[in-house]
């Protein structure tokens, strides 16, 4: 099993190199290092695919994702002639009834954290809050994904850092959807220039430094 997977990995077309990247992690802790790992491809049978997720210490939307994987797998083992069918295609899953309910902090709140951390930090985390981007947009706008006027300015999203087996790289975001203009008030406006002063267009908009 651990070769099927491991080669069903390497052989896909359509995926980032990051994603390549979380189904090589996703394989390695659920799949080629567990009981799966060593059982020949074409002796799996259901109840060992039940068995393996049942022992998977995962939530239950991780568990379709792992088994996803797996299935994906199987399935293209399937067309390669290796096996004649997917023993994990149909596998069921109990209905998830853990609901997170959202939290969002007042102003005061806010507030209090920028003032917490570092006064250079203090500009990032008010941005944060004010636009609603995540941490991997904002840390990836460069000064030019910066419009400002008088009255309303705006945030060009159209990069993000994304975990590759390199490290971390910019990239695009992950959906069509992702990439955006975000409007921000004048008091936004006023923090971003700031934080823009007498640096050049392609600098990052927020540094650790």
Known sequence: MATVVNAHIEGLTAVTDGTRHRYRKLAQRHITAASLGPVPV??????NVAAWLNSLP?????KRNVHS????????AVQDGVIP?????????PRSTTRRESVFLTRAEVCLIADAVPARHSPLV??????GL???EATALRIRDVGT???????SVTRAWKEAERGWVVGAPKTARGRRTVSIPATMTTLVQ?????RGRDELLFTAQ
């Open 42 to 47: 074409d002796t799996l049978t259901r109840q």
């Open 126 to 131: 008010h941005f944060l809050a004010g636009t």
């Open 69 to 76: 994987l797996l299935s994906a797998a199987l399935s293209q």
């Open 85 to 93: 069918t997917n023993v994990a295609h149909g596998a069921r899953f």
């Open 134 to 136: 995540r941490w991997s």
């Open 194 to 198: 700031g934080a823009m002063a007498g």
């Open 58 to 62: 995962l939530a239950v939307e991780s």
């Open 149 to 155: 006027s008088r009255e309303r300015g705006s945030v």
